[in-house]
């Protein structure tokens, strides 16, 4: 089996690279599907969250309020921290669960947006970057998923710097260019990986 890790600031395309892996073979643990798994209605975690940071982080429905919560915690950093000791060990659990249940010669690839901010990069064998000037990051959460430009600058300032995110690369695919672009640079990667 090989682990990999894959990283990428927020608006530089990890979840499409992520895409095109799966779609070539790889197993994806994603943790942001893992992160909403562990906070759904129900769960110990969604109640560990409310106990935290109060019952206007839930939806009427009784499902966990993603904007509510966001402004809670991007831009303070103690929330942040509160946030993610009740969230990481679950994912880090969930996540150790799906990578045991592949097989010996899979390309396992961890999906991990904080993979530089909280020092994993030591846990793989491989970790890829997706790689993005930071201005075209803004621009593609403003124009592409909505996002005022301050939010957006609050989350991409709540994650790792584009230096630190590199310096922890052995892989970089730069997604600054088009589509084909990036999916020929995936490709390239995958036959890296494999061969």
């Given at each position: 089996m090989l682990r990999i890790g894959l990283t990428g600031g927020i608006g530089a395309g990890k979840s499409e690279v992520s895409r095109q892996l799966?779609?070539?073979?790889?197993?994806?643990?994603d943790s942001d599907l893992i992160a909403r798994e562990v906070v759904a209605p129900g769960t110990d975690g969604l109640r560990a969250v409310v106990a935290?940071?109060?019952p206007e982080v839930l939806q009427p429905d009784g499902s966990l309020d993603r904007p509510a919560l966001g402004r809670l915690v991007f831009g303070h950093p103690e929330r942040l921290a509160a946030l993610n000791a009740i969230v990481?060990?679950?994912?880090?659990?969930?996540?150790?669960?799906?990578?045991?249940?592949?097989?010996?010669?899979?390309?396992?690839?961890h999906d991990?947006?904080?993979l530089a901010?909280?020092?994993?990069?030591?846990?793989?064998?491989?970790?890829?970057?997706?790689?993005?000037?930071?201005g075209i990051r803004l621009d593609r959460l403003v124009r592409l998923r909505g996002m005022a430009a301050d939010e957006a600058e609050a989350r991409m300032a709540a994650?790792?710097?584009?230096?630190?995110?590199?310096?922890?690369?052995d892989i970089v695919i730069d997604n600054s260019g088009s589509l084909e672009d990036l999916t020929a640079r995936v490709h390239q990667v995958w036959e890296q990986l494999t061969a």
């Open positions: 799966a779609a070539l073979g790889a197993v994806i643990v935290e940071f109060g990481h060990p679950l994912v880090r659990a969930r996540s150790a669960e799906l990578e045991a249940a592949a097989g010996p010669e899979d390309v396992v690839v991990v947006p904080l901010e909280n020092g994993l990069a030591p846990l793989y064998q491989q970790v890829l970057v997706v790689d993005v000037p930071d994650q790792a710097t584009r230096e630190d995110r590199l310096a922890v690369a």
